[in-house]
């Protein structure tokens, strides 16, 4: 049985200069046919692929205008979903919208379940699975970087690399399964050495590839940078600088901040999720105490830790406890306010961490921001991040597959110093092949697909 064609609104709901509906199957022409009368008298399914034409969207059955309306015409199997494809533009009020989609479900559409467009390229092979999961990355980035690494997944770069992989160990496990099952054959003979050499390369690769991963979330989700203090250091203040906006209250009454603040920021190509936090310390307030104890929560979740200080003040055993909470943790300390008499002894913070660690700034100043921004690049990101060449895994699935991969390999190569039979190699070079079809949704399970996909916004 054919799909049924399906049909969804494909921007965002509410006021606006245009709205797109968007139709995708095989009934998809003589639906739009029912409900569009085009100003030159025209048929859409007579018309050449690729073209646009105005007109208006009627109810058939009483002759309503419902709108004026572009209807673009795509033929199947030159579109997004190698399916017929039409896209009706029309105004962007909510009422117009919902009904050029309703007509088009009483004359027989069906609406889309989220990602089902993007769903029926990947079935279609139009994209494999980890080019459908770079489209949803593409509308949800959140920062320039992840933004242009999700181009690039989408335009193949991780699907080729992992293919190549695959075609290796496809290689190897052919001519294994060959040798045992034809021995009378003359063929070149692949001794466990040639083996042992190809799969240490191969998981080399692979062992590449994982350890792109911590760097590709940091692409795609940001940084994430806690900004942690007694009450009255600067916190919301440093938020703000780095923002350019004033977007966190400042004042001078401790315990402003009882939530936490999360917002996304570009740092001379680095991408930050910042997130400022309730000041910690001991209080007797239950909604301050909360912040708090989220403070220390995010603190523990966090890539970077910025500590704030206050040059003005006495170090106290709030900032030892501070210092204790962060042991271990990558961190920057930022003694502020050093345009005020400095009353911190900088040796008592030298007992918690190295001198390279600490920054001085006076965020009220604006002295200091630009030796900050520098380190926080020269922290994270070594020299020029190419994410348009590059392959960097962004993808917790992608990752999981990988290590599984790896784990497969590492067994071959085991069982090569164990002198185990050649038939014990080829299973596990083929569960090596296996998850690393994963990636590219060639071995992986509908309920993983039905998953993936359902993450997608409607329309897309």
């Known amino acids: 049985m054919m799909d049924p064609t399906i049909a969804a609104i494909a921007t965002p709901l509410g006021a606006g200069g245009i709205g797109i509906i968007r139709m995708s199957g095989q009934d998809a022409l003589s639906i739009a046919d029912k409900v569009f009368k085009s100003k030159s008298k025209k048929v859409l399914q007579e018309q050449r692929s690729h073209t646009i034409h105005y007109g208006w969207i009627i109810d058939p059955d009483t002759e309503e205008v419902i709108d004026e309306v572009l209807m673009m015409l795509m033929k199947g199997p030159n579109t997004y979903t190698r399916e017929d494809v039409i896209e009706i533009n029309c105004h962007g009020g ?53 933004l242009q690494s999700s181009i690039s997944q989408l335009g193949g770069t991780l699907s080729q690399k992992v293919k190549n992989l ?5 290689e190897m496990i052919a ?12 063929m070149e003979e692949l001794t466990y050495e040639m083996i042992q050499s190809k799969t240490e390369m191969l998981l080399d690769q692979v062992n590449d590839f994982i350890r792109t991963a911590d760097t590709g979330r940091m692409i795609r989700e940001g940084i994430q940078t806690v900004i942690i203090g007694k ?23 401790p315990g402003t901040t009882r939530d936490v603040l999360e917002e996304y920021i570009t740092i001379q190509g680095v991408p930050l999720k910042l997130m400022d936090t ?46 204790k909470l962060i042991e271990g943790k990558r961190c920057l300390v930022l003694i502020n306010k050093t345009d005020l008499p400095r009353k911190l002894d900088i040796k008592q913070v030298f007992a918690y961490v190295d001198k390279e660690q600490i ?4 965020v009220k100043e604006g002295e200091g921001m630009d030796q900050l921004e520098n380190r926080l690049r020269e922290m994270f ?45 080829s299973i596990d070079l083929q569960s090596a092949y296996e998850y690393l ?14 998953q993936i996909f359902s993450q997608f916004c409607l329309g897309k």
């Open 381 to 425: 990101f070594a020299g020029e991040i190419n994410v348009k060449d590059d392959v960097f895994i962004t993808n917790v699935r992608h990752k999981d597959a990988l290590v599984k991969a790896k784990s497969s390999l590492e067994t071959v190569l085991e069982t090569i110093e164990l002198e185990m039979p050649e038939d014990c190699l």
């Open 231 to 253: 009450p009255n250091v600067g916190k919301s203040s440093l938020l703000n600088a780095l923002l350019r906006e004033q977007r966190a209250i400042v004042t001078d009454i």
């Open 278 to 323: 309730a000041g910690i310390r001991e209080t007797a307030d239950v909604v301050e105490q909360i912040g708090v104890e989220k403070s220390k929560e995010w603190m523990t979740k966090s890539d970077l830790v910025l500590v704030m200080m206050d040059a003005s003040t006495k170090f106290t055993t709030e900032d030892h406890e501070i210092f």
């Open 94 to 146: 909510m009422i117009v919208i919902q009904k050029i989609l309703q007509l088009l479900l009483k004359n027989g559409a069906q609406l889309a379940e989220p990602g089902e467009f993007t769903k029926r390229a990947f079935l279609n092979g139009r994209i494999d699975l980890s080019q459908a999961e770079a489209v949803i990355d593409i509308i949800n980035a959140q920062t320039e970087l992840s």
């Open 175 to 186: 001519h294994i399964e060959a040798s045992i099952d034809y021995p009378e054959y003359d």
């Open 166 to 170: 695959r075609q290796e160990l496809l």
């Open 359 to 362: 920054l001085e700034l006076s």
């Open 437 to 450: 079809g994963e990636i590219t949704g060639e071995t992986v399970g509908e309920s993983i697909i039905h």
